[in-house]
């Protein structure tokens, strides 16, 4: 058995998880207001490409892309969280593609 904790260090827990919380980095791939949407390849980083947007959702009043057309094949690519972009891999090698600003 455990030895009982004091509100202080009960507070002090709290807060370390607050804190680990609100610095947490989000990158969910939210839908630009104008509803373009312009991907960078990560092979030619200064190349912008516009893309069709396939599926949306909501979630907490924001519109959030599921998935979107890729512009090599126009086949369906999902978002990975691990790559932080979207991936196709129909066409040979992966083809990875981040979302930029116009």
Known sequence: MGRRQTLLE???????AYKKKRM???????MP???????MDTMNPEKKIRVEVLKTKVKKHREIIE??????CNNPMH????????????????????????
């Not at 009960?10 to 370390?16: A, R, T």
């Not at 207001?33 to 991907?39: A, H, N």
């Not at 998935?67 to 090599?72: D, G, K, L, N, T």
């Open 24 to 30: 947490m980095k989000d990158n969910t791939p939210y």
């Open 67 to 72: 998935s979107i057309a890729c512009p090599v």
């Open 10 to 16: 009960k507070f002090k827990q709290q807060m370390k």
């Open 79 to 102: 978002w990975d969280d691990i790559w932080e972009a979207f991936i196709c891999e129909k066409h040979g090698k992966r083809a990875i593609y981040e979302i930029v600003n116009e």
């Open 33 to 39: 207001e104008d509803g373009v949407v312009y991907v």
